[in-house]
Structures are given as C-alpha cells and as structure tokens.
C-alpha cells in the first residue's frame, strides 16, 4: 500500500514537471529520467522502511513543486534539495542506486532553479 502511494506521489511529480511550460523540453525530459529511475528504488526502500520512503517521495514531490515555479525561490529549492539528499544519507551502504539517483535528481533540479 505505501509502496503505491509512493509511487503515486512520483507520478504526480512526473506530471507537473510534464505541466511545466516555462521549462525547456529537453531539462523536463531529463527531470522525467531522473524520476523513472527514482521511482523502483523508493519502492524497494518502502518494503523495509517505509516512513523514510514516503519522507523521500514527499521531498521529491516538493522539490519538483519548487522548481517548476514560475516565480523563483532559490533558497527554497536548496534547503528542500539538501533535506532529500540527507533523508538518503543513511541508505549509501545498502542502497547505492538510490543515493545516486536522488544525486543525480538534485542536481537538475538546482541547474533548473538558479
């Protein structure tokens, strides 16, 4: 169930970012990527740690909202990015591919947002 309503937030996300007209093609083709490989590995987490995996899915979802804001808030995008990035601090060992991923997805949300 949680590994749906996960799953569900990173769809939603998918779309907004789909939604986002003010943002070139080619950077929400990217973001797009970034949340499709996102998206197995917040549902693999979710099976043994599942309040972390929804923390994960909501911080992807927010960061993703403050991003395709028309009106920048740069500060508001790096505190949300650097909150995802530590809620998978603790997943390096066991969970390499997710800690890349939400590298990698932070990344272009920051080129995005600056």
């Known amino acids: ?3 749906h309503i996960s799953d ?6 998918k779309s907004v970012v789909d939604a986002a007209g003010h943002i ?15 998206k197995p590995e917040v549902a693999q987490i979710s099976q043994t740690h599942r309040e972390h995996a929804e923390s994960i899915a909501r ?3 927010a960061s993703a909202h403050e991003a395709t804001r028309q ?12 909150e995802l990035r ?6 390096e060992g066991s969970h390499p591919r997710l800690v890349a991923f939400v590298t990698e997805y932070s990344a272009l949300l920051s080129a995005l947002g600056i």
């Open 1 to 3: 169930m949680l590994s």
């Open 24 to 38: 070139p093609a080619d950077k929400k083709a990217a973001l797009s990527t970034a949340l499709s490989k996102l």
């Open 59 to 61: 911080l992807v979802e």
């Open 86 to 91: 530590q809620s998978v601090e603790n997943f």
């Open 8 to 13: 569900e937030r990173i769809e939603q996300t």
């Open 71 to 82: 009106e920048k808030r740069p500060e508001n995008l790096n505190r949300l990015s650097n």
